[in-house]
């Protein structure tokens, strides 16, 4: 997924947004016991959400809980991507992985893998907005749901309100690299400051 060109961010929205994808490919990969390598990430800030380019997508939702209001964003994953992460999270054998990955659509127990996924996703990101001083933010995951090819996922924003995008080029195990891109609510300086 190749978001329009966006604005450039500031440092620490860089850091934030890079530190959520290591966090989400590191505890990913431990739970799944698969790697999950971060080959590359672009940041970048836009006014729109991202467009899920190309194929279909699953996003994992999550909410951004600081000084009583709730800030959205999501992860969204190519479907054959996504399943794979579900697939290894119910410790199925590559073999088994690798039918998951040309599934039409997940079955009940990849659904559910699926709704796991995104609270860990959610858990990862709460933990990267830690590690960058914003220790008072909580995250909690919102469901996941499609996203058709060439569409804008379903999110809780107001379009003009700044987005940060943090495009990863990832690897799972054996399987080829797809983007993962992190989109966060951009958090003000005030909020930051407060936390």
Do not use: Y
């Not at 994953?77 to 998951?100: I, K, R």
């Amino acid at each position: 997924m190749k978001p329009a060109t966006g604005s450039p961010c500031s440092a620490d929205e860089v850091r934030l947004a890079e530190e959520c994808v290591h966090k989400i490919a590191g505890d990913l990969s431990m739970l799944a016991e698969r790697s999950l390598v971060v080959l590359s990430i672009a940041v970048e800030k836009h006014g729109r959400r991202p467009v899920a380019a190309r194929r279909v997508h699953v996003s994992f939702k999550f909410g951004i809980e600081h000084a009583q209001a709730v800030r959205h964003g999501c992860v969204l994953v190519p479907l054959p991507d996504a399943l794979a992460l579900a697939g290894c999270l119910m410790m199925l054998g590559d073999d088994e992985v690798a039918l998951q990955r040309v599934r039409p659509a997940p079955d009940a127990a990849l659904r559910d893998a699926l709704v796991d996924v995104d609270a860990l996703m959610a858990r990862s990101i709460e933990l990267a907005l830690a590690s960058v001083g914003l220790s008072r933010m909580r995250t909690g995951p919102e469901s996941c749901q499609g996203v058709r090819a060439d569409a804008r996922p379903a999110l809780d924003h107001a379009e003009g309100d700044e987005l940060v995008v943090a495009t990863g080029l990832v690897q799972l195990h054996v399987w080829p690299p797809f983007e993962l891109t992190v989109v966060l609510p951009a958090l003000s300086p005030a909020a930051a400051a407060a936390s």
